[in-house]
């Protein structure tokens, strides 16, 4: 099992950028897939980003360009730095590990997730 845990959300306003961060800790980080998933209210969680264990990256088509993934094995970190945020980018994003070193889309193919960050943008 690994145990998650994000960091960096808040408000901000449209065009603006804010740097998540998700610690990981239990077993062998640098092989596990991680990814980014949002959930807005209402809506379903879904997939934002992902980096498998060879620094391969995914995006979801609208963060395509804006939104970038990254990992720091050293530090069982991943990132995810939001350039250009919209209001349509408001969700608690979610950090999700799953023990396979490829990325998925699917939420159900993630073991491990975090408690989510907020984050908030304002027009």
């Known amino acids: 099992q690994v145990q998650l845990v994000e960091s960096g959300g808040g408000l901000v306003q449209a065009g603006g950028s804010l740097r998540l961060s998700c610690v990981a800790s239990?077993?062998?980080?640098?092989?596990?897939?991680m990814a980014w998933f949002r959930q807005a209210p209402g809506e379903e969680r879904g997939f934002v980003a992902g980096?498998?264990?060879?620094?391969?990256?995914y995006y979801r088509a609208s963060v395509k360009g804006r939104f970038t993934i990254s990992r720091d094995n050293a530090k069982n970190t991943v990132f995810l730095q939001m350039n250009s945020l919209k209001p349509e980018d408001t969700a608690v994003y979610y950090c999700a590990a799953r023990p396979y070193g490829t990325v998925v889309t699917g939420l159900r193919n993630y073991n491990d997730w975090g408690q989510g960050t907020q984050v908030t943008v304002s027009s």
């Open positions: 980096i498998s264990s060879s620094d391969d990256t």
């Open positions: 239990g077993r062998t980080f640098r092989s596990n897939a």
